[in-house]
């Protein structure tokens, strides 16, 4: 099957084809966090979705570009920064780190660049973009001062999110309570400097003020990735109106079609609910973490259901991910003792990709999975058949050192995609400390305690064992 995906502006699943052909080349746009708190899981559902598109991708061959902006100034930014009393950068910085932080937690392959809203070169071209709308008739600045996109004149509006200019009146997704646009849907390109904003301001010919979220997004896509993109993702949420105000906006300006595929990821639910902080199933990556889980975990967790499926987050399915990948790892260190034995090639002295080394079977089925819209529930479903059939060959000692390398290289493949092999060292932070104090504990022969600590391990799904090698951590059976 050739690589396809779902492109919400047809609506269809679409053969991929990149512009540059030739050299496999493809830029990838990314709407990325707005920092004005920490993101949450559902976010980062996301941000797992697009790191597998671009894994993927590479493993197929393509040299990936990838742009994903920081939205450092905006509604939320701007209160957040008046509410904490400190400077907007100040604000904006802590989630900043924040962001990186935790995307590094979950092994999110780092963007090419991170372009930041309140950067002047691109400040300036947002205000050239919006100055070339007001000259072809698609922009005009009303009495408020503010400038805004004239949709009626831009005829593919409401193309990506498939409704029209008369539904959009009546879906009451526009605020009503903005008098001086011409058209309900119109929106904010520039707005216009209020005292709420305090010093958070830029020159312009409309007078000072700050641009709007839409435009920051195709000004940093343009300025980066040139006029036109293979593939442009985010979330479903980011549909309406956001993308459809960057394609008016990106190709009102440049006449030629924006983007080529737009992917879109489907909500995460917790507990099958809507996450809110009301509700209390508003987890951040440190609140998962807190609970015991590795950033791998929740790393299988956010990414083991297709990206257009719901996502319903649970403990369970947290306990899940952390099954699965101990069948994984139980199942690498089984076929590294097979390939070890005999002085064979040890898995050090065997290239990555060993063009002669034995194929296994046939082998392509987790990357045909993939290149079907990224079937991640398929190819997931392919690696542990495909575990299984290999465990039983090893129950049954019919499986040779030759093999076992041979699906050590197949595995390290697959691994590039998923980076989910367990990096040996990373206990959970809590479970740490607790074999910390357990270690301590028995050091000072307060044996009562040692065994409280152990039962507390077991509770979080670990085992402690003494060894004649000191203490040794690892995870509980059917844990
Ligand atoms: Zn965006």
Redesign the pocket.
Known sequence: MPLSFFNTYSREVEEFQPRNGKDRKIDIYT?GPTVYSRAHIGNFRAYIFEDLLQRHLEARGFKVHRVM?ITDVDDKTIRGAREAGVPLTKFTRQFKDAFFEDAEKLRIKRADEYPAATDQRYIDKMIAMISALISKGLAYQADDKSVYYRINKFPNYGKLAHFNLDELQSTGRVKHDEYDKEHIGDFALWKAWDKDDGDVRWDSPWGPGRPGWHI??SAMATALLGDQIDIHC?GVD?IFP?HEA?IAQSEGVTGKKFVNYWLHCAHLLVDGQKMSKSLGNFYTIPDVLAKGYTGREIRYALMRVNYRTQLNFTWDGMKEARESLGRIDDWLERLREIADKKNGPSRTGVKRSTPNAQRPIEDSGFEDALDDDLNISAALGFLFETIRETNRAMDQKKLDAKTAVAWLNWWDRMNQVLDFESDGTALPEEVAKLAEARLQARLAKDFRKSDELRDKLNALGWEARDTKDGQKITRRAGA
């Open positions: 709407c902006n920051e997004c985010g980011n956001h960057e």
